[in-house]
């Protein structure tokens, strides 16, 4: 595994670092992903300070995650309640 050695703008600051190649394509478009966001809630709400708009990304960013984290919790609740489900089924015919 190589790493390269890239620089990410983000708030018209530049940022480099060193990722591993197979990760520069997921880099670059959550570089891209972080700025269009940055331009949404300057363009829609008017905020120009920097740290508020990164702030607000990151508020955003953290519902999201958590809106996943409770989605998969439910997914493998659900998945595991169907092997259950089936357990019995086939527990059943083994008898």
């Known amino acids: 595994m190589s790493e390269l050695s890239i620089k990410i ?5 530049e ?9 520069e394509e ?14 949404f809630f300057k363009d829609q709400f008017g905020i120009q300070e920097k740290q508020d708009l990164l702030a607000m990304v990151a508020f955003e960013t953290m519902v999201e995650k958590m809106k996943l984290e409770d989605e998969k919790a439910s997914d493998v ?3 595991d309640q169907h092997l ?10 083994n008898k």
């Open 26 to 39: 997921r880099i670059r478009a959550v570089g891209k992903v972080l700025n269009e966001r940055l331009r």
């Open 9 to 13: 703008r983000i708030a018209e600051r």
């Open 77 to 79: 609740t659900k998945v």
């Open 15 to 23: 940022y480099p670092m060193r990722v591993k190649e197979e990760e």
């Open 84 to 93: 259950q489900v089936l357990e019995n089924l086939l527990s059943s015919v």
